[in-house]
């Protein structure tokens, strides 16, 4: 958030992403940021399935490093028998867990924050998280830079009502769902080939609306009111069974 819109905002923070969205589409925020994809892990499936449902538009992109951190009230974290963090933060750590705490029951929490929290107030847990929320909730840092990957990074998605103008460097990003017949998927995206229009990303959901039905989360290059883009858009939209164009936003820097 910080990264995107600067220090002169207001911050209003939700208990989880549904809320995140939630926030925003009944107006008492006016953009949401919301994790996206891992560069490990993967895409984050809670956000995948707001974006379904939703009104809302993504409106831009942030590329963030994660670090996380090893936080406690004591020094020796092996007298410690419980490590907290959001699931993804204990998926990225999990070989160096493995290696120097491999006895440390590990409880997925709803985020990293709430994870220092409780481990504030336990004395038996530690929690992995950024060492900057060390200092809010008064514990040690007993390890730095804990994650398996050193590169690791997370895309953030910013939605808000309206897509983004033109920047000259932007991606829009669509929700799909082909016809369930032989060769579909490939007539759906076979536009952009000839439209010489590149995709970046293509994800699959099942669709929760029949067996072994999925839709598809698709980000190309250009934007939406590019008339080669609109030309494409228009041919994948009369072959696709569900078409949504989710926004169209600057590329994350």
Same mark, same amino acid.
């Given at each position: 958030?910080?990264?995107?819109? &600067? =220090? %002169?905002? %207001? ?20 953009? *949401? +940021? +919301? !994790? ?23 409106? &831009? ?26 699931? /993804? ?18 409880? &997925? ?10 481990? #504030? ?8 998280? *950024?060492?900057?929320?060390?200092? $809010? ?34 991606? !829009? ?7 369930? =017949?032989?060769?579909?998927? /490939? ?5 952009? #080939?000839?439209? &010489? $229009? ?9 669709? /929760? ?14 934007? +939406? ?24 936003? !600057?590329?994350?820097?």
């Amino acid at each position: 958030m910080l990264k995107h819109f &600067g =220090r %002169e905002v %207001e911050v209003v923070f939700g208990d989880n992403i549904g809320d995140v969205f939630r926030l925003v589409e009944s107006r008492e925020v006016d953009h *949401g +940021v +919301v !994790p996206d994809e891992h560069s490990t892990e993967g895409v984050i499936s809670n956000t995948l399935d707001c974006l379904v449902t939703t009104a809302l538009c993504v409106t &831009g992109e942030v590329n963030l490093r994660i670090s996380h951190s090893l936080l406690g009230q004591t020094h020796a974290g092996e007298l410690s028998t419980t490590g907290l963090g959001h699931g /993804q933060a204990l998926a990225q750590c999990r070989r160096w867990l493995d290696r120097h705490l491999p006895a440390l029951e590990r409880v &997925g929490v709803s985020s990293n924050a709430e994870a220092a929290r409780q481990a #504030s107030e336990n004395s038996a847990c530690l929690a992995v998280a *950024g060492m900057e929320t060390a200092e $809010i909730y008064g514990l040690n840092i007993l390890e730095q830079g804990i994650e398996d990957q050193p590169g690791n990074t997370t895309r953030y998605f910013v939605i808000g009502g309206e897509s983004a103008n033109s920047s000259g460097r932007d991606k !829009p990003s669509l929700l799909l769902s082909s016809h369930n =017949r032989s060769g579909s998927l /490939q007539r759906l995206l076979e536009p952009l #080939s000839e439209h &010489g $229009i590149s995709m970046s990303r293509i994800e699959s959901r099942p669709s /929760q609306t029949g067996l072994w039905e999925y839709i598809f989360f698709v980000d190309l290059e250009g934007h +939406v009111n590019d008339e080669i883009v609109q030309k494409a858009l228009t041919a994948i939209e009369q072959e696709a069974a569900l078409f949504k164009v989710l926004g169209s936003y !600057p590329r994350a820097i």
